[in-house]
């Protein structure tokens, strides 16, 4: 297009010498820079960035939006309190002008934070309103990330590794509202810290003879793998009759810092414990612990992961990235990515897939394509769809040519949204012709899935655990409705860490969980086939092993039996299992109490704080409180189930442990060591807060149906009756003080269930599972046995 030129053709006029060639010369919506290259995941820093204004000015009125992704989990940031944490401020510097240049007119700006401030994926967005005034090209906004300079903190960094972090600044030149977003984006590497600790992936349960491996990396603090770190070290196989097998390694010297012992055979049965430890002071011994047992030609139990993202949508780092973090740092088995159905492009699916196929490796990877359906709870709720047949999956047309998205919209669409396969009846139709190639997954994620619908042939699993939290509650509410489902568990992992992934800070509250998969055959089809027909447990994130068997049928099988019949059920964990209770759908009908078992300590008791707000995206509930103990010395205290560095227990003074923590679902636990418990007297009390979704960070939001929790209890009554318990209003919200142990409590646990013992109603059919808590608060679920008794 041909450009004007004022000197030609506009004749005489007035204006600024030189400014309209300056002015030209500058990006027309300004440019963003910021002085970081690099930042560590989780530490506090004060981070810069400058907006320098382009040829367009900001006039009177507009506004700015420095934005980042939603799902990051950053500190929030506030503008009430310079001297506090993740203080975040804007100043103005004006430009050099020019000959009859004008100076700007602004006399302030206003800064706000709002989480939801812009549009998806960047919707954090630290929010700059222009005050009595307009701005001149060249003029610049300086931000500050944590401005230290009245005595704050700094901010703490997002917690987990990221190539190219991206900050964009978003416009209104005009003070319309209506933004454009500058191009060039601020990026920055967010890598991560100083190695923590060591962790042991390997296989539970084995056969004799049968080959395996497992995988040692190092973790920083926050649970990110450490990166080009060639530490020598030796990996132990201790036996069950005391012989030791060692193998040296040293860790990658480039890449992520992993090793991998390929092929191991271990003859001898039992229970063999294996340690790792590399030459670092910083580094403990890992320990992990595998059975071996006869193999009866069925495979081991396979580790899948099926609701994994990318930066192909809403998650962090790319697609391979993504899945070979899986195979080669989680240790998966099996991988199934996820894309959200309305905002992945055409383009980046079909390469998507491609790379799944080539990925897939039977025998060793299995890996399939998938979508999250991302209707809202009104229209039937998120739902996944696992493709399970080899080739071109039904996506994003079905067979018959039609669009099945949920919708369709993303970043590159100018806006506009595209209604696809809307409400959940649409999606079951594309898929109902062929259910053995499809599994569709209910999941409870940022729209939770409403069990209103259900399609029976395609929705054989249900998600009970994920990185947004636990939820046994919808695992029970789709048996008691009769849906015949089983337990499925994963990561739902937008942060580039999948395969029971380590939370972050925010919206995501928990461990991304696995599912473990009984195959008779280690690739897509066996795996298809087992995943179909229920035959799975759900873990919280750990190599846990769990299996509820009636004869030689499996959980997850319908069948018919007399009440001379026994249920048996196996479980294999790490921490000891505390826990373990058996279901008739939502109804407890059976239980064993562990520390019971082993005989509860006079002096030792626990509280224990568990379950969320509501059933919802910001479900968390953010407990902080006091546990005081008068008449009794508190001569020791541990916690147990806390997520991240932020979630922190100490001791106040003399008669008071104090705690800081939130649960999405899941539970986290503080024991202590009294000196006894006759003549004690233990006080709980906590505040009980929301998310903060909008307003001051600085200024905790109560939980409007129960803003604290209170418990005040004699240890005479613990004594008695070994523990109180108080239900509140929420998801499973609860508060506990209990009697527990001080013994070990058994890695294995395995019995016998007499039908005639659980007075089941005959004649209709019963869900039975089982679901088992080990000491540092990790759970399984099996998939229920669909009962009928004769």
Not at 194 to 223: C, H, K, M, T, Y
Not at 477 to 498: F, I, P, T, V, W
Not at 684 to 713: E, W
């Amino acid at each position: 297009m041909p450009q004007f030129d004022p000197k030609t053709e506009a004749g005489d006029y007035i204006a600024p010498i030189g400014l309209y060639e300056r002015n030209k010369n500058l990006p027309f919506l300004g440019s963003l820079s910021c002085p970081r290259s690099e930042l560590v995941a989780g530490e506090w820093a004060e981070l810069q960035l400058v907006y320098t204004v382009g040829g367009s000015g900001l006039a009177d009125g507009a506004w700015l939006k420095l934005a980042f992704k939603f799902y990051s989990d950053w500190a929030l940031f506030q503008t009430s309190d310079p001297a506090g944490a993740n203080y975040v401020s804007a100043e103005y510097h004006a430009g050099e002008l020019v000959p009859g240049q004008s100076a700007a007119t602004v006399q302030q700006l206003k800064v706000r934070f709002d989480q939801k401030g812009h549009e998806r994926p960047f919707q954090k967005a630290v929010i700059i309103d222009i005050v009595d005034g307009y701005l001149n090209p060249g003029d610049r906004i300086v931000i500050r990330l944590g401005d230290r300079r009245q005595g704050g903190g700094g901010t703490r960094v997002q917690s987990f590794v990221e190539q190219g972090f991206r900050f964009r600044m978003f416009i209104d030149p005009l003070g319309s509202s209506k933004f454009a977003e500058v191009p060039g984006d601020s990026l920055i590497d967010i890598v991560p810290g100083a190695p923590a600790s060591l962790q042991i992936v390997a296989p539970r349960l084995v056969g004799n003879e049968e080959a395996f491996d497992i995988i040692v990396r190092a973790d920083d603090a926050w649970g990110n793998t450490c990166r080009n770190l060639p530490l020598a070290g030796t990996l132990r196989l201790h036996g069950p009759e005391g012989e030791v097998r060692e193998q040296a390694y040293t860790l990658a010297e480039s890449g992520w810092a992993v090793v991998r012992a390929e092929g191991l055979r271990l003859a001898r049965n039992g229970e063999w414990r294996i340690a790792a430890g590399v030459d670092d002071p910083r580094l403990a011994e890992a320990s992990a612990y595998v059975n071996v047992e006869n193999s009866s030609g069925a495979l081991r139990a396979l580790y899948a992961d099926l609701h994994v993202h990318s930066d192909d949508t809403v998650g962090t780092n790319d697609t391979s990235y993504n899945l070979s973090y899986g195979r080669d740092v989680a240790g998966l088995d099996v991988l199934g990515y996820t894309a959200n159905d309305f905002n992945i492009t055409e383009q980046r699916w079909n390469k998507a897939v491609e790379l799944i196929h080539a990925l897939n490796e039977p025998g060793r990877f299995v890996c399939y394509p998938g979508t999250e359906w991302c209707g809202n709870s009104s229209a039937g709720g998120d739902r996944n769809i696992v493709f399970l047949r080899d080739g071109k999956p039904r996506f994003p047309f079905d067979d018959k040519g039609r669009l099945v998205r949920s919708f369709e919209w993303n970043e590159f669409t100018a806006g506009t949204l595209k209604p696809g396969a809307w409400p959940v009846d649409e999606l079951y139709a594309a898929y109902a012709d062929d259910p053995e190639g499809h599994l569709m997954m209910p999941h409870i994620g940022g729209r939770r899935c409403n069990l209103d619908w259900h399609h029976p042939q395609l929705e054989r699993l249900i998600e009970v655990a994920s990185a947004w939290g636990q939820f046994h509650w919808v695992y029970a509410e789709a048996l008691r409705k009769g849906y015949r489902m089983g337990a499925a568990a994963n990561s739902d992992e937008h942060q580039g860490r999948c395969g029971g992934g380590v939370p972050a800070t925010a919206v995501f509250g928990s461990r991304g969980g696995l599912t473990g998969v009984i195959a008779e055959r280690f690739d897509r089809e066996g795996v298809a086939v087992a995943l179909r027909a229920r035959r799975t447990f759900a873990t919280t994130g750990e190599r846990s092993y769990a299996s509820l068997k009636l004869g030689q049928h499996w959980m997850g099988e319908v069948l018919s039996a007399g009440a001379g019949a026994q249920l048996d059920y196996r479980l294999l964990g790490d921490q000891g299992w505390e826990s373990v209770t058996l279901y008739d759908g939502a109804r407890v009908v059976w239980q064993r109490d562990l520390h019971r078992e082993a005989g509860l300590a006079d002096g030792r008791i626990r509280l224990r704080l568990g379950g969320a707000r509501v059933h919802e995206r910001y479900r968390g509930a953010y407990w902080s409180g006091t546990i005081r103990v008068t008449g009794a010395v508190v001569r020791d205290f541990s916690a147990y189930g806390l997520d991240h560095p932020e979630q922190t227990v100490w001791r106040q003074d003399a008669t008071t442990i104090a705690f800081r923590t939130s649960t999405s679902g899941d539970t986290d636990s503080i024991e202590l060591d009294l000196s006894t418990l006759a003549g004690a007297r233990i006080e709980v009390h906590s505040r009980i807060d929301s998310y903060i979704k909008v307003g001051d960070p600085l200024q905790p939001q109560a939980y409007v149906h129960a803003p604290q929790a209170v418990l005040s209890l004699a240890g005479e009554e613990l004594l008695a009756a070994g523990g109180v318990e108080q239900k509140l209003p929420g998801a499973e919200l609860s508060v506990a003080v209990e009697r527990i142990s001080a013994g070990a409590l058994p890695r294995e646990v395995a019995g016998s269930i007499a039908l005639g013992e659980l007075e089941l109603e005959p004649g209709r059919e019963h869900p039975l599972f089982i679901t088992a808590r080990q000491r540092d608060q990790s759970r399984v679920w099996t998939s229920a046995l669909f009962l009928t008794p004769d």
